[in-house]
Nanobody, 122 residues
Framework: VQLQASGGGLVQAGGSLRLSCAAS????????MVWFRQAPGKEREFVAA????????LYADSVKGRFTISRDNAKNTVYLQMNILKPEDTAVYYC????????????????WGQGTLVTVSS
């Protein structure tokens, strides 16, 4: 499977960005999709996940109420709408996929895109 994340950039605190992750190489609608992020000098951490149909979502407490994950199975793409961004949201954001139960642990995933950098200035 190939995963291509995009949409990162530099934004001021309080601003918004929408990340996209295009997937290929497998039946997109058969797999849950998950976003992680990794800040400089820190471990990769769970951000948000969405099940196969898009009917169920899961968020890290740090982004709940600010970020929204969604998917378009017709376009093989998952999105992460990020609002009210904070400097602590600065990180490289990665998407991944799983056919198993959604996990918050990055080691449980095998396929990673190249990531997209989000920088939030104060």
């Amino acid at each position: 499977v190939q995963l291509q994340a995009s949409g990162g950039g530099l934004v001021q605190a309080g601003g918004s960005l929408r990340l996209s992750c295009a997937a290929s190489g497998r039946t997109f609608s058969s797999y849950a999709m998950v976003w992680f992020r990794q800040a400089p000098g820190k471990e990769r951490e769970f951000v948000a996940a969405i099940n196969r149909s898009g009917g169920s979502t899961l968020y890290a407490d740090s982004v709940k109420g600010r970020f929204t994950i969604s998917r378009d199975n017709a376009k093989n793409t998952v999105y992460l709408q990020m609002n009210i961004l904070k400097p602590e949201d600065t990180a490289v954001y990665y998407c991944t996929t799983t056919i198993k139960i959604i996990s918050r642990m990055p080691n449980d995933y095998h396929y990673w895109g190249q990531g997209t950098l989000v920088t939030v200035s104060s």
